[in-house]
């Protein structure tokens, strides 16, 4: 075990390093110099080509491509983000600390109301399949992957907020803020975890083990729970994984719908204020959580099933 830890966390440093580059490459590319867009954010009067070299100069910008890479990595291993564009008396890590919270709690809720949702309706859609409620199911869910998050998100806030009145439209501060939103986000997944489930559900009942079960006499609440589903949820725990970093990622369109104060609308806000330091650190921080989140649901399934491990090794 410890062997094949060592080699999936080993695997998984080329990667960081691919994706820290990726993302120092993407973003030094748009063609805004990035001293001018900080001399335009402080709202300097007067912008001059001696004020801008100043600027290159205190933001290290005329040192090599690769130096400025490496010192940038260097400083990330240091949780040293750099300074905001927008306030200069603000750190990076500090914006990012202040909004991280609030994505967070967004993206628990939501994947809390996926797995509350999802995992039951996926279950009875297998076992009655292509039964009323399965044929109804598969239509709603038809429908909600085919709606972007916006669109529910506004429909959403005219017809509960604005028409019926029961929850408020924007903002944060309670667990009525909070509602909306992560409805608004868990929609989209629930539909795909309904998905996986049913149809894991419907490739398990076709194994031997399951006839098998069946000509012991167990009950066949005990064969569908301890054994189908059983086996059918290995897949959704991977999923899972991969679903909190795309649920941290996927609340940028709904945070900025809802107004809710978190790294999506960080984001936003620093997109249209050419704040690189801070879009930058925000594609690194989500690339890493791919790769983290992925990594540890992958060594929590090659716990619960061994033979990941001979494969590995």
Known sequence: ??????????????????????CFVFINMIPSDPAEVALRVRQTPVI????????REELGLNDPYLIR????????????????YTNPSRTVLGEISRCFPATFVLAMSSLVIVIVLSLPIGFFCAVYKDSLFDRIVRGIVFMTTAMPAYWVGLLMIWLISIKWDLLPTSGSGSMKHLILPSITVALTYISTYIRLIRNNMLENMK??????????????????????LKNSLHTCIVAIGMSVPQLMAGTIVVENVFAWPGLGKLCIAS???????????????????????????????????????????
């Open 69 to 84: 890479y490496l010192r940038w990595v260097g400083n990330c291993l240091k949780f040293d983000f750099g300074v905001s």
């Open 207 to 228: 194994e031997d083990y399951v006839l098998y079960a069946n000509v012991r006499g167990l009950k066949q609440s005990t064969i569908l729970v301890r054994h189908i």
């Open 271 to 313: 997109i249209f204020n050419r704040d690189y330091p801070v879009i930058q650190t925000y594609v690194l921080l989500i690339g890493t959580l791919f790769v983290v989140f992925n990594l540890l649901f992958d060594i929590i399934q090659s716990i619960a099933d061994p033979r990941l491990r001979r494969e590995v090794s």
């Open 48 to 55: 001059t080509e001696d004020a801008i070299l100043q600027v």
């Open 1 to 22: 075990m410890k062997s094949y830890l060592v080699k999936r966390i080993l695997s998984a440093i080329p990667l960081l390093i691919m994706i820290s580059f990726l």
